[in-house]
C-alpha cells in the first residue's frame, strides 16, 4: 500500500468468501474465511484534507483486490446501488484505477441498461446516478482503484444479494455470461473511460488532486445540478 498512498492508513475492512457466496456464479468451495478483497475507508493525507472532505460530505477510499479465479470465476466486488439523495436522484461516484486493470460493470437499477467499462491505472469511472456496479479483477495482477463517494448514504447490497450478482460473470473458459436470475440477457454496451474536465476527471489528474479543489466534486452530492454532464456521459454510451 505505500506504493499507492502515503497518508496514515486504518485497518481495511476485508470481505471473505462468506460475505459473497451469494453472488458468484457457482458456489464456492473454498474455506469461507478466505479473503477476497480489502477496503481502505475514508483516508486523507493533511488535517486540512480531512476537514474538507468531512466539510463537502465526500469520503476517499482505496479498495485492493488481489487476483483470483473462484469455481471458474473472475474475482470482484460484491456489488451494490446507491440510494436516492433529498433531490430525488440517486448518489453517483467516482473510480480511479491506481494499479492493474479493471472491469467496472455498471447496470440500470430497473435491468434495461448495462454497461462495461474496461479501465487502466489512470483511468477515472463515473458510476452514473441510478446504477448498481461490481468491479472485477479480470488480470493476474492485483488491482488497486480508489474511489471518491458521498458519506450521505449507505450501500445497497439487497437487490444484489437476492440475484445473485450482477446481471453478468466474467468467467475464466466461458467469458461474459448473463445470470439466469435476470431472465432474458440485458443488452450490454461497451463504454471507454471518458473524460469529463467539468467535473475534474481529465487525464494526468489523480483523483485525490480534487480534494480541495472548489466545487469540482459537487457532483457527488448534488447530480441533479450537473445533468449537461451526466448527458455528455450517456449520450457517449450510445455512440458506442
Ligand atoms: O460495497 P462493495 O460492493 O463490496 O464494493 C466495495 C467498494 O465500494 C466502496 O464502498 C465504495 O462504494 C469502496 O470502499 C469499495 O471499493
Redesign the pocket.
Known sequence: MKKYWSGALPEPGV?TIADMANVFARPLTADPQTPLYY?Y?DLWKTHGDHTWLERHHLRY?I?VIPPGVFNGEYTK????YHPENPAGMPYP?VYEVLSGFAYYLLQRRDHTDVILLPAHKGDTVLIPPGYGH??INPGREKLV?A?L?STDFA?EYGEIDAMHGAAYYYMKKEGWTANPHYGNPIPMHVMLPLPLPEIGLEEGRSLYDLVGSGDTLDIMNRPEEYMDVLGKYSAAKKKM
Request: glycine share 6%; hydrophobic share 25%.
Open positions: 470481505r477496503m475507508r477510499d479498495t466486488t460484491k456489488g451494490h461516484e461490481v468491479t482503484m474511489n463517494v450501500s
